[in-house]
């Protein structure tokens, strides 16, 4: 189903990390994207909520000259959005599952080179992400992922109750879904994108507004929660979870911008119709990311908070480190094939397409 692109642009939200914003009333914003090779991200100081970002001081290693953008090698040219609507298929995804490796103060995209500066995060998918991963670190690391050939680094804020750490158990589900309506037209990430979805910065508003909003902060019969329930039913089956959804279009130009988001923005809606398209000036249509994430944790929730503040402060990161055949195969298979697949690239509604991998989640 089509989903309209709501609330700010990726250009509109340029700094949102660390601009200084107080209370929930909302969060400062520039006027318009960056200027090419401004001076990187992390010159401001931030608060918002009592979560203090403290000013980056360090640059990735593959930022080569310290601007803050890191440039695609080689770029994509010559793309114009798809307008295209190929035959209608209810279902084009297949899912990463990957576990939980560990928490750590750190994040290297928003604060690269420098541990500890980072509110808390959980790491999933590589088990060596740290301040100081960079694409070939990431590329040399192990996985929890079903599939041995997704190397990347996805991490969130870690979740407590109280002063009590609550982490996801066993494989959760992050989706690699088409998110513009030729689905036949994404094509895999390239090696070493990273962006972050949302921001620790964000108002109450602003969160539910965000064009990656699904339904918000769930459990048991409640949905839909900006913040986090007072009460979650007290059963065993009953967890707490969230569903979020990352921006699909890239400018083919850079694996990272200062602000970790302009680089990619959300499709809009073609005029006219109810189809999604990449915008101009973002062409490249790419996997969307959806976090389906699921926390075991119920009963009273008034101790239930993030390392990022409330709620409304959810955000997370993802780090591309997948094998390029692997994700290649996965994207052609089922997104571009139209299939509703399980890590293996093997859709059950559909057994006479087969897998894209072998029982080892490996390439045949």
């Given at each position: 189903m089509s989903r309209r692109s709501k609330g700010l642009s990726a250009t509109l939200i340029?700094?949102?990390?660390?601009?200084?914003?107080?209370?929930?009333?909302?969060?400062?914003?520039?006027?318009?994207?960056p200027a090419p090779h401004s001076s990187a991200a992390g010159t401001f100081a931030a608060t918002h909520s009592g979560h203090t970002m403290a000013a980056s001081v360090a640059n990735s290693p593959e930022d080569p000259d310290g601007d803050g953008y890191i440039p695609a090698v080689p770029p994509v040219t010559g793309v114009t959005p798809s307008t295209q609507d190929p035959p209608h298929r209810y279902f084009h995804e297949f899912q990463a599952n990957c576990s939980v490796t560990h928490t750590?103060?750190?994040?290297?995209?928003?604060?690269?080179q420098q541990p500890g500066k980072s509110h808390d995060h959980t790491f999933m998918g590589n088990t060596t992400t740290d301040a100081y991963s960079t694409t070939a670190s990431l590329e040399a690391g192990g996985t929890t992922c079903k599939a041995p050939g997704d190397l990347s680094g996805y991490w969130m804020p870690t979740l407590y109750n109280g002063d009590q750490q609550i982490l996801p158990v066993g494989p959760q589900v992050i989706y690699y879904k088409a998110g513009v309506t030729d689905y036949t037209s994404v094509r895999p990430f390239p090696k070493g994108l990273r962006f972050v979805v949302g921001s620790p910065m964000q108002s109450a508003d602003e969160f539910r507004h965000h064009p990656g909003f699904v339904e918000g902060w769930e459990c048991g019969d409640s949905y839909f929660n900006t913040e986090f329930p007072a009460t979650c039913p007290n059963r065993a089956d009953v967890q707490l979870n969230i569903r979020f959804q990352a921006p699909s279009c890239w400018d083919g130009k850079?694996?990272?911008?200062?602000?970790?988001?302009?680089?990619?923005?959300?499709?809009?809606?073609?005029?006219?119709?109810?189809?999604?398209?990449?915008?101009?000036?973002?062409?490249?249509?790419?996997?969307?990311?959806?976090f389906k994430m699921a926390f075991p944790v119920n009963g009273d929730m008034s101790k239930v908070r993030l390392a990022s503040g409330t709620g409304h402060t959810f955000h997370y990161d993802f780090f591309n480190a997948w094998d390029d055949p692997t994700l290649k195969a996965l994207v052609d298979h089922c997104v571009v094939g139209g299939l509703q697949c399980d890590a293996r690239g093997y859709d059950e509604t559909h057994p006479e397409a087969g897998a894209a991998l072998d029982e080892n989640y490996e390439l045949p």
């Amino acid at each position: 189903m089509s989903r309209r692109s709501k609330g700010l642009s990726a250009t509109l939200i340029t700094g949102a990390l660390l601009l200084t914003s107080i209370g929930l009333g909302g969060v400062a914003v520039s006027a318009g994207p960056p200027a090419p090779h401004s001076s990187a991200a992390g010159t401001f100081a931030a608060t918002h909520s009592g979560h203090t970002m403290a000013a980056s001081v360090a640059n990735s290693p593959e930022d080569p000259d310290g601007d803050g953008y890191i440039p695609a090698v080689p770029p994509v040219t010559g793309v114009t959005p798809s307008t295209q609507d190929p035959p209608h298929r209810y279902f084009h995804e297949f899912q990463a599952n990957c576990s939980v490796t560990h928490t750590r103060p750190d994040d290297p995209i928003v604060y690269p080179q420098q541990p500890g500066k980072s509110h808390d995060h959980t790491f999933m998918g590589n088990t060596t992400t740290d301040a100081y991963s960079t694409t070939a670190s990431l590329e040399a690391g192990g996985t929890t992922c079903k599939a041995p050939g997704d190397l990347s680094g996805y991490w969130m804020p870690t979740l407590y109750n109280g002063d009590q750490q609550i982490l996801p158990v066993g494989p959760q589900v992050i989706y690699y879904k088409a998110g513009v309506t030729d689905y036949t037209s994404v094509r895999p990430f390239p090696k070493g994108l990273r962006f972050v979805v949302g921001s620790p910065m964000q108002s109450a508003d602003e969160f539910r507004h965000h064009p990656g909003f699904v339904e918000g902060w769930e459990c048991g019969d409640s949905y839909f929660n900006t913040e986090f329930p007072a009460t979650c039913p007290n059963r065993a089956d009953v967890q707490l979870n969230i569903r979020f959804q990352a921006p699909s279009c890239w400018d083919g130009k850079y694996l990272d911008t200062p602000d970790h988001k302009s680089h990619m923005a959300y499709p809009v809606v073609k005029p006219g119709t109810n189809d999604n398209i990449c915008p101009a000036d973002h062409p490249v249509a790419l996997p969307m990311i959806e976090f389906k994430m699921a926390f075991p944790v119920n009963g009273d929730m008034s101790k239930v908070r993030l390392a990022s503040g409330t709620g409304h402060t959810f955000h997370y990161d993802f780090f591309n480190a997948w094998d390029d055949p692997t994700l290649k195969a996965l994207v052609d298979h089922c997104v571009v094939g139209g299939l509703q697949c399980d890590a293996r690239g093997y859709d059950e509604t559909h057994p006479e397409a087969g897998a894209a991998l072998d029982e080892n989640y490996e390439l045949p």
